[in-house]
């Protein structure tokens, strides 16, 4: 099983910005993934910024987001191309990191600042936000 980030790059502040997750060895059962989206600064530990619930019925269409993306950052997923998306706005120098993808069967939704083990990872891809 393999996740692929893809969309990472040089943007101006102001600008924006879409990352695309690409999975695949997940076969049908990728739908049913929790998603979630991760970043981490140079020199800082890593974050989670957004999640999309999928797996537990009593959550599923749920997003999550950290206080630093609300508002301008939105997790969604294409279940036929077995992909999601984080699509990024109002960008700044401080959004500039390397930006993780995960998913996870059955995982535990972020809560009260803390976000759970994802089982899957992809590699990263690098977002710079120039001043």
């Known amino acids: 099983v393999q996740l692929v980030e893809s969309g990472g790059g040089l943007v101006e502040t102001g600008g924006s910005l879409i990352l695309s997750c690409a999975a695949s060895?997940?076969?049908?059962?990728?739908?049913?993934?929790?998603k979630c989206w991760f970043r981490q600064a140079p020199g800082q530990e890593r974050e989670g910024i957004a999640c999309l619930s999928v797996s537990d019925p009593k959550w599923r269409g749920n997003t999550y987001y950290s206080d630093s993306v609300q508002g301008r950052f939105t997790i969604s997923s294409d279940n036929a191309r077995n992909t999601f998306y984080l699509r990024m706005a109002s960008l700044g120098p401080q959004d500039t990191a390397t930006y993780y993808c995960?998913?996870?069967?059955?995982?535990?939704?972020?809560?009260?600042?803390?976000?759970?083990?994802?089982?899957?990872w992809g590699v990263g891809t690098l977002v710079t936000v120039s001043s």
């Open positions: 060895g997940f076969g049908d059962d990728f739908a049913m993934y929790d």
């Open positions: 995960a998913a996870d069967p059955d995982f535990r939704p972020p809560s009260g600042g803390i976000w759970y083990h994802m089982d899957h």
